[in-house]
Each structure stands twice: as C-alpha cells, then as structure tokens.
Nanobody
Framework: QVQLVESGGGLVQPGGSLRLSCAASGFTVDYYAIGWFRQAPGKEREVVICINRSERRTYYADSVKGRFTISRDNAKNTVYLQMSNLKPEDTAIYYC?????????????????????WGQGTQVTVSS
C-alpha cells in the first residue's frame, strides 16, 4: 500500500537550513505529483511547494519562493524539501502527500483536496 514517511525535522536557528525527506513506498514517485504542506500551531494546514510528475512544473507558495526547493531522487524513491534562510514563521509540522491519480498535463496539483495519501509529518522549529 502507499506509504509516505517524512524525516529530517528538528530545531534550527533563524537563517539556518534544513532538508526534509519524504520516503515513498507502494508507488513510484516519478510518476506522481508530490506536495509538501505544513501546519503551524493554531493555524490551518497550508501548501508549501509541489512538483508534478517527471519534474515538469513546480508550484511554490509565495512565502517560500527563493528559499525552499523540492527535488526527487528516483533511485531512492524519495522526495526532498530543501529549506534555507529559515524564519520563525516557518515553524510547523511538515507533511508530504501524493494524489491517487496521475496528472498527465503540466498542471501542478496544489490544493489539499487534490492529495489523497499523507505522511505522519515531521516537526520543524525555527528559534534562537
């Protein structure tokens, strides 16, 4: 069955960097869109960054443009979220997710309702 396992979270100082991993099983990450979302305490879950199949297109939330990037290692069936210049407002639980369907167009799904499988999340805390 489809499983997503996030790792790499932790405590980092403002301005620092962190790389999160999303290890997938039960499907091939290169064939499906992968999204990263986050949820801060007391706030709704929001999109961070998403990539469609075969890395044709990427969707970035405005708040992370120029700071976060997404990449895929097909050999490891893993997707990474590289975060740099972290800010206290980036503190949240970060989740990776994938849709049940394959999007063959250049459209990048970026709404939570478009994602069916979710990992358990990993905590990122940005604080001095």
């Amino acid at each position: 069955q489809v499983q997503l396992v996030e790792s790499g979270g932790g405590l980092v100082q403002p301005g620092g960097s962190l790389r999160l991993s999303c290890a997938a099983s039960g499907f091939t990450v290169d064939y499906y869109a992968i999204g990263w979302f986050r949820q801060a305490p007391g706030k709704e879950r929001e999109v961070v960054i998403c990539i469609n199949r075969s890395e044709r297109r990427t969707y970035y939330a405005d708040s992370v443009k120029g700071r976060f990037t997404i990449s895929r290692d097909n050999a490891k069936n893993t997707v990474y979220l590289q975060m740099s210049n972290l800010k206290p407002e980036d503190t949240a639980i970060y989740y990776c997710a994938t849709p049940r369907r394959i999007y063959y167009s250049n459209y990048v799904p970026h709404n939570m309702s478009e994602y069916d499988y979710w990992g358990q999340g990993t905590q990122v805390t940005v604080s001095s």
